[in-house]
């Protein structure tokens, strides 16, 4: 059973670009949630969907934006970066919500220069 | 809000010994889960262990064990017989289980190394 597969791994973008993140959940996963990681903050929450709908959202700036589609694949968008934004981006997925018991894929490394 | 606090941002053990990592909570609910989440060098996370708060048992994988507190709202992680493997950062985390949707709340991690 493939994992949860994140797109891109690393991407390098410039201050004032947009960047779309990708995430195909585990088949048969409902729930994909969405965490920013950094050595500072630590795991940030920024978005949990669970059938195309938006349940949760972090407190985070409306820069960053999310949806998620009829196959339950997810996007993440994030717009107008500045660079507290570098992160590494994790996406989850779960058969449904508050389980707690998620499955992460890699993440993607996002630098802003 | 639910606060989740690791206060050993590292820790070390030798191989084959046992050590403890520690977690508190805050939070004024009844019902709810917590759990252990390892995240090694290649950063894919993954569930070490999780326990119901409604479970007076402490939940036990292998050479995994948790000594909850509820209480003292404390949820400690303790590893026997460590292997190199191990070395990770170790995210304790927490989730209601009520209905409302509230989001998996980490706190901010113990870096364990192994000495061989």
């Known amino acids: 059973k493939a994992g949860v597969t994140q797109t891109p791994r690393y991407l390098i973008k410039t201050r004032g670009q947009q960047v779309t993140l990708s995430c195909s959940p585990i088949?048969?996963?409902?729930?994909v949630s969405w965490y920013q990681q950094t050595p500072g903050q630590g795991l940030q929450f920024l978005f949990e969907?669970?059938?195309?709908?938006?349940?949760n959202k972090g407190n985070f700036p409306g820069r960053f934006s999310g949806r998620q589609f009829s196959n339950s694949r997810s996007e993440m968008n994030v717009s107008t970066l500045e660079l507290g934004d570098s992160a590494l981006y994790l996406c989850?997925?779960?058969?449904?919500?508050?389980?707690?018991?998620?499955?992460f894929g890699e993440g993607s490394r996002l630098t802003v220069l | 809000a639910q606060t989740v606090t690791q206060s050993q941002p590292e820790m070390s053990v030798q191989e084959a010994e046992t050590v403890t990592l520690s977690c508190t909570y805050d939070?004024?609910?009844?019902?709810?889960?917590l759990f252990w989440y390892k995240q090694p060098p290649s950063r894919q996370m993954i569930l070490v262990i999780r326990?119901?708060?409604?479970?007076?048992q402490n939940a036990t994988e292998n050479r995994f064990s948790v000594n909850f507190q509820k209480a003292a709202k404390s949820f400690s992680l303790k590893i026997s017989d460590s292997q190199l493997g191990d070395a990770a950062m170790y995210f304790c985390a927490y989730r209601s289980a009520n209905s409302g949707n509230t989001p998996l709340v980490f706190g901010k991690g113990t870096r364990l190394s192994v000495i061989a």
């Open positions: 969907y669970f059938s195309e709908t938006q349940r």
């Open positions: 939070t004024s609910e009844s019902d709810y889960y």
């Open positions: 989850a997925s779960s058969w449904t919500i508050n389980t707690g018991e998620l499955f």
């Open positions: 088949s048969g996963h409902r729930s």
């Open positions: 326990q119901e708060a409604y479970k007076q």
